[in-house]
């Protein structure tokens, strides 16, 4: 129960509609596999539209008075349900390399594991370096997902640059939260 005592709210069902979009964007993405189609850039703008959404409900939650436990909860599940999706489809299309969507996803469901472990003592919001993380995550999958190698030649360069970017605070921000834990 929330601490205004309301758990449907604007900002919790901006949180689940970004869970539902996952099926969605995977479905798109994998009918289509040229990156030219008009289904690829749909499940582009589907992704950019979702991954946005992440800022807002927060934001919403913040500035309503309508930040509630169960939002807290199901906020970093709608992020990786996207984002977790987005890196293993775009590994299964061979855009991304397994290793990094493996590592990635190993920091996730390490973190979530925890989170799920203490719920019942303590709520576990995301911290600075988590939501830094979530952004870096969001623009690197992102720019590997929008086809610009068409119209800039070394695109390809600066998704691989994004993509180490976005792992590397994935990983430091995975030993960030595990460090502060252990204090705690």
Same mark, same amino acid.
């Given at each position: ?68 436990? #169960? &939002?807290? $909860?199901?906020?970093? *599940?709608?992020?990786?349900? /996207?984002?977790?999706?987005?890196? %293993? @489809? =775009?590994?299964? #299309? &061979?855009? $991304?390399?397994?290793? *990094?969507?493996?590592?990635? /996803?190993?920091?996730?469901?390490? %973190? @979530? =594991? ?21 952004? =870096? ?48």
């Amino acid at each position: 129960m929330a601490a205004d005592g309301q758990t449907v709210n604007l900002p919790n069902s901006i949180t689940v509609a970004r869970i539902a979009l996952a099926p969605l964007f995977v479905y798109l993405l994998l009918i289509s596999p040229d990156p030219n189609s008009w289904q690829h850039w749909l499940a582009t703008f589907v992704f950019v539209f979702a991954i946005s959404t992440d800022g807002i409900d927060g934001a919403v939650a913040r500035r309503t008075g309508k930040v509630t436990n #169960l &939002g807290k $909860i199901l906020d970093p *599940i709608a992020d990786k349900a /996207l984002l977790g999706s987005a890196l %293993v @489809t =775009l590994s299964y #299309l &061979g855009e $991304i390399d397994w290793w *990094i969507t493996i590592l990635i /996803l190993a920091r996730e469901i390490a %973190v @979530t =594991l925890y989170r799920v472990m203490v719920v019942k003592n303590k709520v576990i919001a995301a911290a600075g370096s988590g939501k830094l993380k979530t952004v =870096l995550q969001g623009i690197a999958v992102g720019a590997v997902l929008a086809p610009l190698e068409v119209w800039v030649p070394f695109w390809s360069f600066v998704e691989e640059g994004l993509m180490l970017v976005a792992l590397a605070s994935t990983l430091i921000s995975g030993v960030q939260f595990f460090v502060a834990a252990i204090k705690k």
